[in-house]
């Protein structure tokens, strides 16, 4: 699986937009892009994944560069919960699942 | 609606103590994944099963450690003779699809940490 790289921290005011890139320059044609996010002392929790379009779900939008190699991951009007570790994962279709994580951004968002 | 459950919440142990974790994973779910979580890092893989069959375990870090999913439901990971690198926060993943699927949403207990003394 390709590898990513994330900023280790950002911040981000409440109600302002948190833009998180991650870089996978890497990555194949078969390779997904996912995002998970943790909350402290909680597991994992999937947010949204895509492979060359962008998406948007209730939680967030994703947005892939044309060439794929790297990515936005966009919540439009962070809360103070949304204060976690976010993780970029890059997933090949055919593979056996298991999730390789890297250390995350952590975002903080300040009120 | 359940989600995935683990217990302990909580567990230390004395060095050389055997412990077990246990995991609950959603009912219907196909796949199951073991991960240790060291502090201020991203969780590793440790193992995977597939309904009741073991087809990944190359994460497990010595044969101290030990998983098993027998009727394909719970699955309990076993750790013999812990030592203090043991000590993590140890979760637990499942899925519905199997391996293979390009759909892989994996739903995550709140984890197992475990200190050991």
């Known amino acids: 699986d390709a590898k990513t790289t994330q900023p280790t921290s950002m911040d981000c005011a409440e109600g302002r937009a948190a833009n998180l890139p991650c870089n996978h320059s890497?990555?194949?044609?078969?390779?997904?892009v996912y995002w998970y996010r943790q909350i402290h002392s909680q597991g994992p929790q999937y947010i949204i994944h895509g492979l060359k379009n962008n998406e948007t779900n209730e939680m967030a939008s994703l947005i892939i560069t044309e060439d794929r190699k790297s990515s936005t991951l966009i919540l439009p009007h962070a809360t103070l919960r949304d204060t976690a570790v976010y993780y970029c994962?890059?997933?090949?279709?055919?593979?056996?699942?298991?999730?390789?994580f890297g250390k995350g951004t952590k975002l903080s968002v300040k009120p | 609606g359940a989600g995935v459950s683990q217990s302990p919440r909580y567990k230390v142990a004395k060095r050389g103590q055997d412990v077990a974790l246990r995991c609950d994973p959603i009912?219907?779910?196909?796949?199951l994944f073991w991960y240790q979580q060291a502090l201020g890092q991203g969780p590793e893989f440790l193992t995977y099963f597939q309904n009741e069959a073991q087809l990944d375990k190359s994460g497990l870090p010595s044969d101290r450690f030990f998983a098993e999913r027998p009727e394909g439901s719970v699955s309990t990971l076993k750790i013999q003779r812990t030592q203090q690198e043991d000590s993590a926060v140890y979760l637990c993943a499942s899925s519905l699809a199997a391996s293979g699927s390009p759909i892989n949403e994996q739903f995550f207990g709140p984890g197992t940490r475990l200190t050991v003394l």
């Open positions: 994962i890059v997933f090949s279709r055919g593979s056996q699942g298991n999730l390789i």
């Open positions: 009912s219907g779910h196909v796949s």
């Open positions: 890497t990555i194949s044609g078969n390779e997904y």
